[in-house]
Each structure stands twice: as structure tokens, then as C-alpha cells.
């Protein structure tokens, strides 16, 4: 099974409506985070949480909203989606210290 | 402020030829720097990972990066490429201490490989 899985994979919503991606990990992570791919942008980091009580805004947090249901699960909300939202969704863990993070298979997010 | 470039956006090389792909970085400390691929509908994975010590660190999949301080550079190479190497690659950096935990991502080089 993957360390880090995402659900859904694909999503198509219309505007206006909430949404939630989750992630999930197994690889014993106090750190998560979530970054949006755009061509050309590369990832760009919206949130990012070092335990459960530890929730930081990154680069882009505007529009999104995230929760911290326990050290494995980090959830990503979209309270009202906009076009510009449609992206593609990755979330990661790391170690403390490693610097390197380990990445999900992706959420592919298309907001009409 | 921490930034990352690759100048490449798309590279295209024969199958067996030599591939380098380009990144500099701007930070002021010691960096950490990484080298990430994505294939078609994958995650990111890592490839190689450059901390302290030697300069030209080896990864997985016959790749190598060299870091060069003077440059701040750290350029991925691999002497031949097959046509599975097809994907995107993203160089990122982290600050020295990995205390933070953030990655900045350079905006990705897409590789094609001819037959």
C-alpha cells in the first residue's frame, strides 16, 4: 500500500460549492502539507502543519482552509471553489530534520 | 526571499544521448536542494538530495547532481537516457537547518525523449 494516499483522485465541481481532498499517511509523519500544481508555476505550498495543534498558511492560502483530524490525516477544503481553483493537488509528509518530503499520488481538481 | 529557477521548460533528447538539466537557486545560508520527478498521473518522487559534503551526490535511476556553490547551481545529469525517463523534474530547496520543512519548487523542466 502507498505511504501517502489522497482521496479523491479526480474531482469535477461547480462554482460556488465546498469541497474537501483528503490525505492520509502511513509513515508515521508529524508533518504534512499541501501544495497546488499549475503548468508552468510549478508547486506552490498552501498550508502546512508540524502536529496537530501546528497549522501554518504558506504561499497561497487564500480560498482554502485545512484541518488537522490526527497525526495521519490532513484535509484540504475549498469552503466556496472558483474556476481559478482548478489545479492539480498534492499532498506530502516529511521527518523532522530530513528536509525531504514524500508526495501523494495527487488530487486532479477541475471547478466549471 | 528563497527562489528556485530552472530555465529550461522542455528538453528534448534522443534515447542514449547525455541529459543535464539546469537549476539555480538564490539563498543566503547553506541550502538543501533536491531534485523531484513526476511521471504522467504520478506523485513526485525523489530522485537525488544534496545536504553538505561531496558536491556531486548520486541518486536513484543512474542520475547525478553536482552543487556548485560559486554558481549556485545544482544541475541534474545522466550520461544516457532511456525513454522511460520522459517526465517532469523539479528542483526544490529547503533552508540549511531542514527546520522548516518548506520546500521551494523551481517551476519544472518537462523531458521528452526521441526514439
Known amino acids: 500500500d502507498a505511504d501517502v494516499t489522497q482521496t479523491p483522485r479526480n474531482r469535477i465541481t461547480k462554482t460556488g460549492k465546498r469541497i474537501m481532498l483528503e490525505c492520509s499517511q502511513t509513515?508515521?509523519?508529524?508533518?504534512m502539507y499541501w501544495y497546488r500544481q499549475d503548468p508552468g508555476l510549478g508547486l506552490r505550498l498552501i498550508y502546512y502543519?508540524?502536529?496537530?495543534?501546528?497549522?501554518n498558511k504558506g504561499e497561497i492560502s487564500d480560498g482554502y482552509s485545512v484541518s488537522r483530524q490526527a497525526q495521519a490525516k490532513f484535509s484540504l477544503s475549498l469552503e466556496s471553489a472558483i474556476p481559478n481553483q482548478t489545479a492539480l493537488y498534492f499532498c506530502a509528509t516529511s521527518d523532522p530534520g530530513q528536509g525531504e518530503q514524500y508526495f501523494g499520488p495527487g488530487t486532479r481538481l477541475t471547478v466549471t | 526571499a528563497q527562489s528556485v529557477t530552472q530555465p529550461d521548460i522542455h528538453i528534448t533528447v534522443s534515447e542514449g544521448a547525455s541529459l543535464e538539466l539546469r537549476c539555480n537557486y538564490s539563498y543566503g545560508a547553506t541550502p538543501y536542494l533536491f531534485w523531484y520527478v513526476q511521471s504522467p498521473g504520478q506523485g513526485l518522487q525523489l530522485l537525488l538530495k544534496y545536504f553538505s559534503g561531496d558536491t556531486l551526490v548520486q541518486g536513484i535511476k543512474g542520475f547525478e547532481a553536482e552543487f556548485k556553490r560559486s554558481q549556485s547551481s545544482f544541475n541534474l545529469r545522466k550520461p544516457s537516457v532511456h525513454w522511460s525517463d520522459a517526465a517532469e523534474y523539479f528542483c526544490?530547496?529547503?533552508?540549511?537547518?531542514?527546520?522548516?520543512?518548506?520546500?521551494?519548487f523551481g517551476q519544472g523542466t518537462t523531458l521528452q525523449v526521441k526514439p
Open positions: 502543519s508540524f502536529d496537530v495543534k501546528d497549522i
Open positions: 509513515k508515521g509523519h508529524d508533518r
Open positions: 526544490a530547496v529547503a533552508d540549511g537547518s531542514g527546520n522548516t520543512g518548506k520546500l521551494i
